[in-house]
């Protein structure tokens, strides 16, 4: 084969701007007739080992710029697409608050609200802890029935806890919590005027349904107003109540008890406060579930598949049986802690006669 036949066999491909231009396409073309003589020399210079010209075997070896620019193009707006539709199933988090100055006062309204539902439920829990002295001198009962006062509030609040927490999930939760609340303080009331401790006992079981409805819901409606550090600061203020509250119940009960002179109106305080709190909760709303994480599509689950996820959650397992350890300790300081003192402080020279009121 000729040299003249091999040049014209191995012809380079035009690039793109020749493609948008023909001109230069059919210039290039006759130039390169006009000078195919005279280049001749040239052209054996440039042949490869191969018998193929240098400077075209690499454009035969790679893809034309047009494919190139076509494929990228392709690849673009598949892309686009692509981010189009996780945008559409996860939209930004422009509307979720990331700084305090950024939320609404509908959220704000709402962790209020919260907050103070949550400083009441711990003043209820911890007001007869004040009394304890009195409601066994009451009732003529000893340490261990006054013990059994907490340990019944205990297990009705770990057994109702988990079927809250299941409703929480499928129903709505304002009027969950605005049914509990309303029940913790009927049955406080009620409770400050029996007679007869079994009754008495009784009626503080129910206490303990009606808490584990707020307890376990208000937390999530939080989580799903918040995200990030926002999310972990307002969870802490609504737990900040805990400590609060507790001081409170004990403060509270016992100068309303030395007051009135009867411990029974310690209880009747909180019921008062609670139907505040069932008006306030009727009034926010229920944010949709995963909000803030951008999650509009969840799948209803099952409870047997709820129990399996947390069991398999080893973070979860670990964290629970750690706090359930702190939660056995605190429990039990904070119920016979205000006795205790009460009674460190009479066995001093000159308190003999010292009262737990006082």
Partial sequence: M?????????????????MDNPAMIQSGSSGSGSSEEGGSREDVANLSPDGLPVTYSSQQLMPSDSDSMEEERHRLRTHHHHHHQLAEIHPPSAAVPSRLSSVARSHWFTVTVLCFVNLINYMDRFTIAGVLTDVRGDFDIGNDSAGL??????????VCAPIFGYLGDRYSRPRIMAVGVALWSTTTLLGSFMESFGWFISFRALVGIGEAS??????????????HDMRSKMLALFYFAIPVGSGLGYIVGSKTAHLANNWRWALRVTPILGIVAVLLIVLIKDPERGHSEGSHNLEATTYKQDIKALVKNRSFMLSTAGFTCVAFVAGALSWWGPSFIYLGMKLQPGNENIVQDE
Wanted: aromatic share 12%; no cysteine; net charge positive.
């Fill in 2 to 18: 000729s040299l003249k036949h091999q040049n014209k066999l191995y012809q380079p491909l035009p690039t793109a701007a020749a």
């Fill in 214 to 227: 707020y307890s376990t819901i208000a937390p999530t409606i939080i989580s799903d107003l918040f995200v």
């Fill in 149 to 158: 006062l907490q340990t019944v509030f205990v297990i009705s609040y770990m």
